[in-house]
């Protein structure tokens, strides 16, 4: 089943939270002259219209990217990773997804490996790629991105940051995500592995984080940035969180500074909060 389109929510909240962390992460990555990959399991477009149908049908960046472009002050790093944004979007209405903003950051000598399943989606990050001009740098396949990784382990600059950011509209989503994980960590134990996750009601996503915590006990950072209380009802996303695996040592320490400003900026109720917890 293939029904997520990832243009009716970008510029969310969630995608600030992931961004910016995956920002943090390739810029910490770029001060080592050494080159290295960065996988996407799950590209989306790589880019998107903002006054598009689709974002303008429930408008969810309003409360995401437009509250941080507007915002009057910010703390460092986030100020950068606006100004940042500024630089690499083409246009004002423009937003950009996880390929776009890993295009940007990573240099010559660095690779992509991006997946999409989606044909639309899969046709538009062809084209858009394109337009950024990743020619050879870059390779994109309409593929399982879970499979997809595991068979790129271990890359061989033996440095790689991959990205995994699945929809989760399948139970098994959750369970699959784990199981890679596990499984791309015997090919490749040093990769720094970046998991995006929906924080909702529902008892797999509820449970994600401790099975994520398992798999790296001694070496993790999770990051989760809650916008509103949940609901009574258990419907809707209240949250979402960005979990690392052997993450960069500075990361901890930017998110300590910058997720306090972040859930006031992005608050949507009295009951915004982050969580930050980890070990290594
Ligand atoms: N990472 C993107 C970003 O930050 O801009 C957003 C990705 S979106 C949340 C998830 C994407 O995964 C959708 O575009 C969907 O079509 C795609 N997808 C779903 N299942 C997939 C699979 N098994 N392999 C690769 N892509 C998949």
Redesign the pocket.
Known sequence: M?S???AF??GNHA?IL??FVLWLVLDYFGRKDKPYWYI???????LYDLGGSEAQKVGEYRSGIARLMAADTLPEPLAQFRGRLKDILPQENLY????WLAQAQTRAGDKLRL????PI?FALLENNMREAGLKRRGIIRQ????K?LLALLPPPTRRAVV?T???YEEKQDYARVVQTLKDAQKRFAQGCYLV?YPCLSREESRRLPEQLKKLSPDKHLLAELHVAAPRADGFGMHGSGMFAINPPYLLREQLARNLPALANLLAQDAGARFVLDGAG
């Open positions: 293939l997520y389109r990832h929510h970008a995608d992931k961004h996407d399991t799950h590209s989306g477009a790589g950009c997804g996880s390929p997946f999409e399943l989606h989606d593929e399982d991105g879970l997809g990205l950011d699945p929809p995006w």
